[in-house]
């Protein structure tokens, strides 16, 4: 084979490979870049000396909580641009040996790259249905830093949550958001009036009143929390708007445990959008242009010695 003959080979090669490496930077890479729809990963969390109404007790007990998060994605459900996952949370206080005081469930449905709230599927809070709006599990691939409207499932609504700075978690640069939830009535329920003083017999109707802040450590690239801290305040309040008693009043933080692995899993998805995003095409496209610089020179020399 001619000089001439593999020159072209070398051109033809190398020429595809530079138009390859710009498909990979912009539509390989993108297409890549999604939540999965067969998801399955526990989060713990832990809320020391956290105070909650006990109903068998008929009282507020002062306890550490175990707060266990199990979430599954439904592949059934995954289709085009959509991914659904369903969570399932229970709440056992550790220090007075109580196993599920607390129980909820929530299906959601989002975009797997932006990671916004879809409204299909069923998608519910404990068996109620719910309009879903803003950043749903994820913030978007490369968050910036700036407002972001996120979802809070206690109250039912979405509520923004600010960019306050930069921070490294285990090592890991990540963007740190915070949300402040304001005082919102989620539940309006009928209970002894004995429990709260209003009475020696009969039942008396309450409001459940939700505030807090929810903190938010996120991997810009894969939009990915990594650590999260929920300061809540629940009370009951009569109709008079009377506080009557504490609900639920902690401070839940994720284990070190499940820190380090969210950590790590962060890690591995930035590698890997980093090596097909930037690496794998900055290699195809260098490698194209060398083909070609190659292929032409033979060309040329073969062309000479004809």
């Known amino acids: 084979m001619n000089r001439v003959v593999v020159g072209s080979v070398l051109i033809a090669a190398g020429a595809f490979l530079i138009v390859l490496a710009p498909l990979l930077r912009f539509q390989v890479a993108p297409a890549l870049s999604a939540a999965a729809g067969d998801y399955y990963g526990i ?4 809320a020391a000396g956290a105070q909650y109404f006990s109903v068998p007790d ?33 709440v056992n206080d550790v220090t007075n040996s109580k196993a599920g005081i607390d129980f909820t469930e929530r299906r959601s449905a989002f975009d797997k790259r932006s990671g916004v709230g879809l409204n299909c599927c069923g998608v ?68 002894p009036a004995a429990w709260f003083g209003m009475g020696t017999s009969g039942d008396v109707q309450l409001d459940r009143y939700y505030s807090g802040t929810v903190t938010y450590w996120v991997e810009p690239t894969t939009g990915a929390p990594v650590r999260q801290e929920q300061q809540r305040n629940e009370v009951l309040k009569s109709q008079d708007g009377v506080e009557r008693s504490k609900a639920f009043v902690a401070t839940a933080k994720m284990t070190d445990d499940t820190v380090q692995k969210l950590v790590d899993s962060a890690r591995d998805g930035k590698s890997q959008i980093t090596l097909i995003r930037t690496t794998v095409p900055i290699v195809v496209g260098v490698v194209g242009l060398v083909l070609v610089v190659v292929g032409l020179l033979l060309t040329l020399r073969g062309r000479r010695t004809a």
Do not use: C, H, M
């Open 58 to 90: 008929g009282r507020v007990l002062t306890a550490d909580l175990d707060i266990i998060v199990t979430t599954r994605g439904d592949v059934k459900e995954a289709a085009g641009d959509r991914v659904v996952w369903d969570e399932f949370t229970a």
């Open 43 to 46: 989060t713990k969390l832990r």
């Open 124 to 191: 519910n809070i404990d068996k109620a249905p719910v309009q879903l709006q803003g950043q749903i599990y994820k913030f978007p691939f490369d968050a910036e830093k700036k407002t972001y409207l996120v979802f809070n499932s206690s109250t039912g609504k979405a509520y923004e949550a600010r960019f306050v700075g930069e921070e490294k978690v285990n090592g890991l640069d990540t963007y740190k958001f915070e949300q402040a939830v304001p005082e919102t009535k989620t539940q309006t329920l009928n209970a």
